[in-house]
Structure formats: structure tokens, C-alpha cells
């Protein structure tokens, strides 16, 4: 059967609640903590935390050297590693740029951290331009990044001189082929150009010599030079000297007209010369000497100014055609022609019979006497071919032409 005191309701010993208190030796003791002593034990675990914290802080703090491209920078920042460090003293780091110790390192309190900012420059290398990233500060370091051995290489600037913002030129070093004087010279140099290349293998060029490369070229691994040597001589040699030309003017002469009066003749002279030559073959010659073997004669030449009068048009038969004729076989021309009608008609108006009863002159050329004419032929009285030819011939003899009479007449009245 149930416990009846127990299913009725029956009345039993009350159950108290125990607090939870100390346990342990406390617990036996009895002891009980009061409100006084919780609150300091709260108090403490605070301060136990404030304390853990702030030695916590105190390691992430530190005061470091930090050198950038060259300038010492004291920095004071928080933070585990280098990049923590430059991120807080507001140092920006590329990845071109070169970091020492490395960004991910740990670094301790009073350390130093090396910065070199990664930049551009232009190097002129062997003639050749290019554009290279460098972290130096200066020429030697630079050079060194272009993985070049400093030792053997040229450079336009000092290795120890700040790295500026100018070309920077590098000869490195090469072999350069000289093909001089008959034989090949293989030389080693790091002259930028051909001229420095020369002269730091050795080779002297001498004036007029040629090379077969500018010398201002830029001097490159594997060059050949061709050098052609130049020589000097000298000679003699005879020259012919030409003669001059000098024109008088003669009123006598129908205008136009040019006659040799006095032949010209060539000179003779030696010249002493130097010679250049280039490669055997001669290329320049200059005169030092000349000695005059024999002088030049001038020639002379009478040149006409005599205006001629028009040649007239003469009647097939007349006296004046058999004039024209007979003055052509002579050479003589319409001009000479033209002068022979001027002056015959002032003599005698081509009249076969005219006769100078004052002064016995007869016929067309009114010769004086008229018996003169008897030397071409007996018919002079009256033949006009016997007249002109002897009237021609007289002209010829004494004044050359028809035109050198005229102008005597015009002169005196006369010829």
C-alpha cells in the first residue's frame, strides 16, 4: 500500500535550501564570504586584466631607424613587423621597392629598417638606349643592377656620384677589329667611340688617313675598322700655257668682221707638285714651283665697226653684176660688195668712159692714169671687166678691201 502520510498530505520534516558557499577548508570551517570581501576579489581580477593588457601594449611599441634612399628617419610605431612599422609611419612601399629586413620579419624595439625606393632611368649601354628599374643611390649601384662588372665597363659619370636624373652612359667592354697596314689587330676596349677605341688599342692615325667607320660612331663588340693609310710624294710635270686674246676695234672694217692680225702662240712651264695618295692611288696634287719655259704671245685680232651701207640689186649684165661677181671670186661678200658701190659711184657712177679731164683719172675705177689698166688688157677703154678687175686688184693692194678703201675715201675724199 502507498505510504499514506505521504499520498494524503501527511506532514513531513520541511526541506531547507543550503547557498552555495566555499567549499573546501572553508566549507568545514563554516566560513562565509562577505559582500565587503566579493567586492574587492571582483576589484582585483580587474586589475589583474588592466595589468596583463598593458604589458601587452608596451611590447607592441617600438622606436625603430628606418633609412630612406639615404635619409635616416626616427620612427615611433606599433606593430609586430617591418610592414606594420613603415604602414604606421606612413612609409609606402612598392613592389619594385627594396626592403631590409624583409616586410614580414619580426622587428625588435630599437632596430633599423633599410628603405630603397625602386625608380626609372635611361642608360645609354653600348650606343644603345633602354630603360631600366633601379633601388641605388648612386652610379656604382646602379650600374651594378644592370648586371654589368663594374670593372670593365665605362661610365659618363663618377660610380661614387649620386644617381641623378640625366642619361646615364655605360660602354662595356668590347672587341673591336682593326684591318690596317696589311695585317688584323683584335683589340679589347671599353671606349664608348671608334676615335677613343683607336687610340686606347694603340693606333695612331696620321693627317689624310680614312678609316672606313665615323670616329664619332659608337664602338660595338664585333666592329671591323678598315684603316687606309695616306702618303705624300712629289714630281714635276711640263704644262702648256695658253695664250690670250685681245680685239682692236677698226673703222676700216665692215662691222662684224674679226681678223687675225698677230697669231697667238701657247707658253710652256714645269711645276714642281706634292702629291697625296690614299691606298697607293694618288688623290690630291698641289703646285710648290713653277719655272716659265717659254712666255705665251698675245694674239691680236682687228675686229670691225665700219657700219656698211645695203648691197644694191644690180642689173643682170651691168657693169655693177660683173662687179658683184668678180668681187665674190676675190671672197668678198655683199658687205665688201655693198662698200664697192659706195665708192665707184662716187668715183665714176660705174661709168666705163668716165674721164677726170683735170687730172687724166679714166673708167670705172678712174685709175690715174687710165693707161694703167693696160696691164689686164688693151680693151681697158671700154671693157667693164678689164676696168673692175684692175680696180680690184689695186684695192686689194693697197687697202685690203672694198670696205678699208670706202673708208679711206669717206676720209680724205680720195683713195
Not at 120 to 141: A, F, N, P
Not at 263 to 288: C, N, P, W, Y
Not at 333 to 346: I, P, S
Request: proline residues 4%; hydrophobic residues 40%; aromatic residues 4%.
Amino acid at each position: 500500500m502507498p505510504d499514506r502520510s505521504t499520498a494524503e498530505g501527511c506532514e513531513s520534516a520541511p526541506t531547507a535550501t543550503v547557498p552555495r558557499g566555499p567549499s573546501g577548508l572553508a566549507a568545514v570551517l563554516g566560513w562565509r564570504p562577505s559582500r565587503r570581501l566579493g567586492r574587492l576579489a571582483a576589484q582585483g581580477l580587474v586589475l589583474a586584466l588592466v595589468t596583463g593588457g598593458t604589458s601587452a601594449f608596451a611590447v607592441m611599441h617600438k622606436a625603430v631607424t628606418v633609412d630612406v634612399d639615404g635619409t635616416s628617419i626616427a620612427v615611433s610605431a606599433f606593430g609586430r613587423t617591418v610592414d606594420d612599422v613603415l604602414a604606421g609611419a606612413g612609409i609606402a612601399v612598392g613592389e619594385r621597392d627594396l626592403v631590409a629586413p624583409g616586410r614580414t620579419a619580426a622587428i625588435d624595439d630599437g632596430g633599423q629598417i633599410v628603405v630603397r625606393h625602386g625608380r626609372q632611368i635611361t642608360v645609354e649601354l653600348d650606343g644603345e638606349d633602354r630603360t631600366v628599374w633601379t633601388t641605388g643611390l648612386t652610379v656604382g649601384e646602379a650600374i651594378g643592377d644592370l648586371g654589368v662588372r663594374a670593372d670593365d665597363a665605362r661610365v659618363s659619370a663618377s660610380r661614387s656620384d649620386a644617381l641623378g636624373r640625366g642619361v646615364l652612359r655605360v660602354s662595356t667592354l668590347k672587341t673591336v677589329h682593326l684591318a690596317v697596314d696589311g695585317q688584323v689587330i683584335d683589340g679589347v676596349t671599353s671606349a664608348p667611340t671608334v676615335r677613343e677605341a683607336l687610340k686606347e688599342i694603340g693606333l695612331v692615325l696620321s693627317d689624310g688617313d680614312q678609316v672606313s667607320v665615323p670616329l664619332a660612331a659608337t664602338a660595338v663588340d664585333g666592329l671591323v675598322v678598315l684603316v687606309t693609310r695616306a702618303a705624300q710624294g712629289s714630281g714635276t710635270a711640263s704644262e702648256v700655257m695658253p695664250f690670250t686674246e685681245r680685239e682692236v676695234d677698226d673703222p676700216s672694217v665692215a662691222a662684224g668682221t674679226r681678223t687675225v692680225t698677230k697669231a697667238g702662240k701657247a707658253g710652256e712651264r714645269q711645276i714642281t707638285f706634292a702629291t697625296g695618295t690614299l691606298g697607293g692611288a694618288e688623290v690630291s696634287r698641289t703646285v710648290v714651283a713653277e719655272v716659265v719655259l717659254r712666255a705665251p704671245v698675245e694674239q691680236v685680232v682687228t675686229v670691225g665697226t665700219m657700219v656698211v651701207p645695203s648691197a644694191p640689186t644690180v642689173t643682170p649684165g651691168s657693169a655693177q653684176a660683173i662687179g658683184k661677181e668678180l668681187a665674190a671670186a676675190r671672197g668678198w661678200g655683199d658687205d665688201q660688195f655693198a662698200c664697192l658701190v659706195e665708192l665707184w659711184n662716187h668715183e665714176s657712177h660705174w661709168n666705163v668712159s668716165a674721164a677726170n679731164a683735170s687730172s687724166g683719172a679714166y673708167g670705172i675705177p678712174q685709175a690715174l692714169p687710165g693707161s694703167k689698166m693696160a696691164s689686164v688688157a688693151a680693151d681697158w677703154q671700154t671693157n667693164p671687166a678689164t676696168q673692175i678687175t684692175w680696180g680690184l686688184g689695186y684695192i686689194a693692194g693697197r687697202y685690203g678691201t672694198p670696205c678699208g678703201a670706202w673708208q679711206s675715201f669717206s676720209a680724205k675724199g680720195w683713195y
